[in-house]
């Protein structure tokens, strides 16, 4: 799905979150009590302002990409497939939301029969893991789910200081093969794996 998205799609991602870690850095050092008496949903809507500042910079010469800015609603569009928003994760992928029926709609992907025209349509998370001690931007990431609770996988995209290829946080996993035990004809267990 990245190879889909293409690399200045993927890039200017990452490098967003470079960029707007760097701001709260900045803004924290020029300002240290503001950052320390912001909340945490005040601090958030900062960040995400500062995210989407950059996203729009790096990608407003994309002929592949639109932007909805619309109330509460900000999202992505590439190539017509493609649907992000851009959300902070927990350590384990979480991200929060307000369980409204148009953001329960986002997070659950079309089925095939309700796709129109064959075209489809693929709803996909931006945004970065935030370390809460610290109350810092982590990794940039990607993240895909079905449903709000349900998330598939999700990468840890490169940032410019790195220039590594995404990196597979999680992802569907393979079951271990079911093993039966039987016993042989003197007694003992054996294992039969499928």
């Not at 148009?102 to 931006?126: H, K, M, P, Y």
């Not at 789910?145 to 996993?173: C, F, K, Y």
């Amino acid at each position: 799905m990245l190879e889909a998205l293409g690399d200045k799609i993927v890039e200017s991602l990452g490098a967003a979150v470079f960029k707007a870690r760097n701001d709260l850095n900045d803004y924290r050092s020029t300002f240290p009590e503001f950052v320390a008496d912001a909340s945490e949903r005040g601090l958030a809507n900062w960040i995400h302002d500062r995210l989407w500042t950059h996203l729009t910079a790096n990608l407003e010469d994309s002929d592949t990409v639109q932007f909805v800015d619309s109330g509460p609603t900000r999202e992505i569009l590439v190539d017509d497939t493609y649907r992000l928003r851009i959300k902070r994760h927990d350590s384990h992928g979480r991200v929060a939301s307000y369980p409204t029926a148009a953001a329960n709609a986002f997070f659950e992907q079309l089925s095939l029969e309700l796709q129109l025209d064959g075209r489809t349509e693929v709803r996909l998370i931006a945004g970065y893991r935030w370390v809460p001690e610290a109350r810092e931007i982590g990794s940039a990431v990607l993240s895909y789910r079905d449903g709000v609770g349900n998330m598939v996988w999700m990468v840890e995209l490169p940032e410019p200081s790195q220039g590594a290829p995404a990196v597979p946080i999680t992802g569907p996993s393979v079951p271990p093969q079911p093993q039966f035990g039987l016993p042989d004809a003197g007694g003992r267990s054996g294992t039969i794996q499928q």
